[in-house]
């Protein structure tokens, strides 16, 4: 019982820490776009907790601006999971990697999730403070190509997704 | 699949239940979280905290696999016992061959 309790306060307590790291390192993405734009950052906020995640830049939106949040996560997520792939089996079978293997878990939620949550918002109007709306907005193209460019690199993304899901389980698991 | 995968997944529903859960509980405690014209994660998170549908699946599967891997452990435990009492022919062969 009590390796049930723990099992379930690990999870909980990386779902929360996912719920930091992927909009904080989007919210970088922003920030570091500005910076190479020339301009200035003049709020970053970047927990969804009570206010916001948001970036302000005073050299205005711009597209690359928009897209940056979400392809700085991609990034992140890529080399988080070639990481935990190849050295995930150092860390044992203990409390450590039920630690990593959740937080891995919880860290491709997130983000999938929004990647996910983009592709309807390619959708959305400017007053809605999503970026895959403000981007297909600046750059003109079509929401519904949008749509399907996002969902591909759901796919393409999905491959690595899936394998280093499915060698976790064969191996280690995801703790219990 | 291998049969200790098999094993595997019923933790990996709790856990994946107990997520979108302790969100909503933040969320009833006073913690907002995410909210629907968020950037990055926010809409999604706003999403899980506040459908039904979502909490429906998340309590569904902490449920259903606490229930499996709590009953495929008890099971383990008992079948474990079970080997380490000798049973009487084991001790008639001992007696036997002493």
Known sequence: MCQFVLFILTWITTFILALMIVPTIHESGHAAACVIQGGAVTHWQPLPFGTEADTGCSAGLTPFLCAAGSLTSIAAWLHCTHVFSRQGTRLGAGRLWNFAAALWFWWSFWVFGELFKDTLHAYSDVPLHHDAGYFVRLTGINPGAASITILAVIVILGVPLVRVASQTLRTEGFGG | ?98
């Open chain 2, 1 to 98: 699949m291998t049969n200790e995968t098999v094993k595997k997944l019923p933790a990996l529903a709790t856990g994946v239940g107990s997520g979108p859960l302790s969100l909503r509980l933040f969320t009833t405690l006073g913690v907002p979280v995410g909210g629907p014209a968020g950037d990055s994660v926010a809409p999604f998170a706003f999403w899980l905290a506040s459908s039904s549908i979502a909490q429906v699946c998340a309590a569904g599967l902490f449920v259903g696999g606490s229930i499996l891997w709590l009953a495929a452990d008890w099971t383990k435990s008992r079948l474990g016992q079970q080997d380490d009492v000798p049973n009487e022919r084991d001790r008639e062969e001992a007696r036997a061959s002493a």
